[in-house]
């Protein structure tokens, strides 16, 4: 089989990947779960190409990304469910009633009309669905009420910024930083009551907590808390590099190393940061 620029060879090989007697042995046990993680991580991984804008990267990163649509496609097309055309003309169907000032020629020709548009329709389409799911027996939606706009499958800090700015438009808020900052400090007692209880599902429960409401004082600060934590996993990467360069210049191993001795360099990385900043800004 050779590769080829038409999606039809991509489905072809994951049928025969899929397929039960002369398949890949991996691929034949997977489910929805168990791909569910790597679908997450390849859209990760196409933000991060487009983040450092490596085009090579984003081109490859998109071709496992679209792997995993065929791939749950696949799943579904085997359990008799739907298939990947049928994903084809469902987001082709939704794009073009969506933008009837395109395909339909309809009066809207600014971007203000064409968002409150693009707004009545997906309201619609949210009815409509709400009406296939009653049809269909599922009583739990997510996707209703005032909360239904926001998208229970982006990162978990998005998404209780998405929750808590939605909730904020009707009054549900804090009026001010300040009290939220004791919120914490309650969730952080908590979270302590939990550990020293040994309750696992209790630790869990308060740790989500206290997120959350970190979350609440970065929303009131003006500090995305998504991008905030990613600073710090960069800082945190340079850090922990300067750690490991400076053993080896050393001969030593990380895991040679003690605690002190790592901490003393983690101090050193970041008087070195400080000299920094103070260099740019001078």
């Not at 991580?41 to 190409?49: G, K, L, P, Q, R």
């Not at 049928?86 to 939704?94: G, M, N, S």
């Not at 003690?258 to 900043?277: G, H, I, P, Y």
């Amino acid at each position: 089989m050779q590769p080829s620029q038409d999606i039809s060879r991509l489905i072809e090989i994951m049928a025969a990947l899929r397929d039960p007697q002369t398949g890949c042995p991996w691929d034949i046990v997977q489910t929805y779960e168990t791909i569910k993680p790597y679908t997450i991580e390849e859209a990760y991984e196409v933000a991060d190409a487009i983040e450092r804008r490596d085009m090579d990267d984003l081109c490859e990163e998109l071709g496992d990304l679209l792997l995993q649509v065929v791939f749950h496609a696949r799943i579904a097309e085997e359990a008799g469910e739907f298939t990947f055309g049928d994903v084809v003309e469902a987001v082709t169907r939704k794009m073009i009633r969506r933008h009837p000032h395109v395909f339909a020629r309809s009066a809207a020709d600014t971007p203000e009309t064409v968002k409150r548009q693009w707004d009545a329709i997906k309201a619609e389409e949210k009815r409509e669905r709400a009406a296939r799911r009653l049809a269909a027996g599922v009583t739990e939606d997510f996707k209703a009420g005032h909360l239904g706009a926001v998208q229970r499958s982006q990162p978990a800090l998005t998404e209780a910024l998405k929750l808590q700015e939605q909730a904020a438009r009707v009054g549900f808020d804090w009026s001010q930083a300040e009290p939220i900052l004791d919120k914490i400090e309650e969730e952080i007692g908590e979270l302590r009551q939990a550990m020293k209880a040994g309750e696992p599902h209790a630790v869990a429960d308060e740790l989500g907590d206290l997120l959350f409401a970190l979350v609440n004082i970065g929303r009131h600060v003006g500090a995305d808390p998504e991008n905030a934590l990613r600073g710090t996993n960069t800082k945190f990467r340079r850090r922990f590099s300067h750690i490991e360069t400076s053993l080896e210049m050393r001969n030593q191993t990380l895991e040679a190393a003690s605690l002190d001795e790592m901490e003393a360099l983690w101090q050193a990385a970041k008087a070195l940061e400080r000299q920094r900043t103070s260099a740019d800004r001078s």
